[in-house]
């Protein structure tokens, strides 16, 4: 899955390619030495096929004209103070890069392929400066390739690849969209082999965490009690509507994210998702993936978006279903799928995809007991609304299993996910209180053991939440609590 080269790049390629430079100059000053000139010169304005021609004649000085070896500088050394020639020689070298294997083969080959380079991404701490914009994309094709040309690891790639990140990082984490899309692509680059992916994940406090809050953006940042955890949207097909209408006036979708932008987006998390194995606790534990992607697909405006989401959805929910399936019934995952089936798709991969999560989900439904659907969920550490926390039925025929079940630890488990403060999703808070409160009006005379696990003490601190649904579901727990000791009383 192969993305085009970013616009923002190619206009700044064109301008530099069209600038006059004062070669000559340069030697006189012997910024370049005359024979670097006569290399360049060969090269310079040229044909494409000559300019093959030409290199495939000599490679090794080529390689050493850009790269330097144990007795000569590279030319991004010796011409560290001519701006113009470095920017000129940056984007000569992504050319060559994409143009001529040969070449390519040997710079990867070179024993310190990129210590010339990686000076020029600190040049500068604007994001917009064309040294260190041109250096990543250099580094970005180069090591691209290097890592399927070398399985194994290498100190080279060890030493150059966090770094590279960490620029991209900035970019995918400034406001510009130009320059977002720029890191993004380059990530993309790199993300081919499982070693870039580990180390990416690695790294994923400064790569993924922006990259999350774009597909958070497009989600519409919308309170997750009303849409991302419903299974169908007021009107249907009225959400898809207005993505359309919007992308077809603006390319927008949700949050005013760029629907070019989200899609890059979406193929980096496809490719980092067949880590699923190493990274889908993780997505879960820090991002929610879940429920955000169920959102995601609900709103997708193009049959690309909706491929690649369900590419990565089947890539994590294959490799990693004791996590994450108990947070995709919740979320109406399953509801999501049965609609999409209803719409015209045509694309192959995203038909097998569907059909895969589908029978995925059908399987892991039919092997589930309420009981083991409401441990999981509890077991996952974020409570959502889902079925069994409203059903009378459900808690009249398993309280006392959650409070004795393994010496109540599903009640320890629910006193600790209470005891966090839940800023940003306090409907977690008011979801544990009214299980409290189940628990309570169901079981009795297991008071004392939940006010030694502290859950009565933390809904009574509750009830003065911010939160109006927080403070209602705890005000419900409390008084459940006090009416069985007032019944107890007059007994």
């Not at 927008?252 to 994210?257: I, L, M, Y």
């Not at 997505?283 to 959102?295: A, C, G, S």
């Amino acid at each position: 899955m192969s993305l085009d080269p970013p616009a923002y790049v190619l206009s700044l390629q064109n301008n530099i390619r069209a600038r006059p430079i004062s070669w000559e100059g340069a030697v006189r000053a012997k910024t370049i030495s005359d024979a670097d000139l006569k290399k360049i010169k060969a090269i310079d304005k040229v044909r494409k096929e000559q300019r093959k021609q030409t290199i495939e004649e000599d490679v090794d000085t080529y390689t050493t004209l850009l790269l330097g070896d144990g007795e000569k500088k590279s030319i991004f050394e010796s011409a560290a103070k001519r701006t113009d020639i470095v920017q000129y020689m940056l984007v000569l070298t992504g050319d060559l890069i994409e143009d001529i294997p040969s070449l390519t083969q040997s710079l990867v080959k070179h024993p310190h392929p990129y210590k010339p380079l990686l000076p020029l991404l600190k040049q500068s701490n604007n994001a917009e400066d064309p040294i260190p914009l041109l250096t990543s994309s250099v580094l970005s094709s180069l090591l691209s390739r290097a890592l399927i040309a070398q399985p194994k690891s290498t100190p080279e790639i060890d030493e150059a690849l966090p770094k590279l990140y960490s620029y991209i990082a900035l970019l995918s984490n400034t406001s510009d969209t130009n320059l977002q899309d720029i890191g993004v692509q380059e990530y993309s680059a790199l993300l081919r082999t499982s070693k870039s992916r580990l180390q990416f994940w690695e790294q994923r406090k400064e790569t993924l965490g922006p990259l999350i809050d774009v597909l958070r953006n497009a989600a519409g940042g919308r309170d997750s009690d009303s849409t991302l955890h419903n299974g169908s949207t007021a009107g249907g097909s009225s959400i898809r509507s207005t993505a359309d209408a919007s992308m077809a006036a603006n390319m927008k979708v949700g949050g005013g994210v760029g629907l070019q932008l989200l899609y890059h987006v979406l193929v980096v998390i496809w490719q980092l998702s067949f880590e699923g194995k190493v990274i889908g606790k993780g997505l879960n534990d820090e991002h929610d993936i879940v429920p955000l992607y169920t959102q995601l697909l609900r709103i997708s405006p193009k049959e690309k978006t909706t491929r690649v989401l369900l590419g990565t959805l089947n890539n994590l929910l294959s490799y990693d279903q004791s996590t994450l399936m108990p947070a995709a019934l919740p979320a109406k995952l399953p509801a999501v799928l049965a609609n999409l089936k209803t719409r015209h798709l045509t694309d192959p991969d995203l038909l097998e995809d569907l059909d895969s999560i589908t029978t995925l989900m059908k399987d892991y439904t039919s092997s589930q007991t309420t009981f083991s659907e409401y441990s999981a969920e509890v077991n996952s550490g974020h409570l959502r609304w889902s079925p069994p926390h409203k059903n009378a039925d459900f808690w009249r025929e398993n309280a006392r299993q959650i409070i004795e079940e393994e010496k109540g630890e599903l009640c320890k488990k629910l006193a600790e996910i209470l005891s966090k403060d839940w800023q940003n999703d306090k409907q977690v808070l008011a979801i544990g209180c009214n299980d409290v409160a189940f628990l309570v009006k169901e079981c009795p005379e297991k008071r004392q053991q939940l006010d030694r696990m502290g859950l009565k003490a933390r809904v009574m601190v509750l009830m003065q939440d911010e939160n109006e649904s927080v403070r209602w579901e705890s005000l419900r727990a409390v008084g459940e609590w006090l009416r069985y000791s007032v019944d107890q009383q007059q007994q």
